[in-house]
């Protein structure tokens, strides 16, 4: 009986890429019993961790899986799988020699995420882990960002091309500057005190450094956000009455967590010349610039648009407390801030934003 070979190409191919960088080192490999394919828990199949000890002492996860690591199968001749891996580089403590596991837990979660939704990420993107992006832990990280690896560039394999995307640990407040501005700017002005992307779970927000938070200011007065497109987890629309005898309002319910954020996006796009589209469950709401306050509907689509008063009583109004209030806008219209709760992974309400 002849055994079929397994081609490993791709595989191959970001096994060459990391040894150009770490030479013989013999990574720690955490692999899957069980393919996903077949039935098992975790998508990827495999996770390499490496020891750097430049600029700072850490662990360099690499992920194999989100790119065809055997043959060629998808029909995009471009690009290899989804078109990226990912990698997370965690400080690492002096006496630690295992890799901390709730980071594999977290990229296998990401794959989850990909695999289900088939949502990619690319460098600049932003992700809110609505909680310690480890569990459990006293740390102030509370989302993701991407960005290109600093050292792993892009390869081209026999199955495509891959990319090597970073992910790194961040604030809320950094996630609202990535929102407001951009993800690569504010990532950049905060390099010299996150060399390399490091992860470090103990640190604070890069926004305490003044050079840090001028460049974000100045980015985001100069340029606006380039946050064109936001899900939000409560978006809900009702429309008005105009009878003779009644009139009442059309309501726009928003969430009272992203209530804030949502007003920052709407002066950093509207007032640049720029649309925003927020995106909830079947339904969407376009805002767009315009010297006429109005709006309009279809069966799953808003459109508001906005002058630049009516864009500052958004702003100003958009806050994270339970409330309504009037926007001056043709044909009347409401925004009610409803309260957000936060629950853990069993359900539990654990926090109530309004």
Known sequence: MVSEEVMTTGWDSID???????????????????????GGSDPLDGISVYKADKPVAHWHFVTYGFSELYEKETDNPEDSGYGFELTCRLVRQEDEEEPPAWALNLLQNMGRYVFT???????????DANGPICLGADTELTALAFVGDPELEAIDTPNGRVEFLQMVGITQDELEAMQTWNTLGVLAAGLPHIPFYV???ERGSLLAEQSVAEAVHNGMEKEGSNTGFLFVDQLHWSTGTKGWLRKTPSMLTIGAKQAEIIGKLLRGRLL??????????GIR???????QSGFEQSEDLIRITL????????????????GEFEVPVKDRLRVNIAKTTITDQEGNIVRTIG
Not at 272 to 281: P, Q, Y
Not at 307 to 322: F, I, Q, R, W
Request: aromatic share 8%; net charge negative; hydrophobic share 35%.
């Open 117 to 127: 939704s088939g949502n990619v990420f690319q460098a600049g993107d932003y992700l």
């Open 272 to 281: 640049k010349g720029k649309e925003l589209t927020l995106s909830g469950a």
């Open 307 to 322: 002058n630049e008063e009516a864009v500052g009583v958004m702003s100003e109004n958009l806050l994270p407390k339970h």
């Open 199 to 201: 992860t470090d779970l």
């Open 16 to 38: 060459q890429a990391v040894k150009s960088i770490y030479g013989e080192q013999e990574p720690k490999h955490y692999g899957t019993l069980i393919s996903y394919a077949l």
């Open 285 to 291: 709401v376009r805002f767009a610039p315009g010297e």
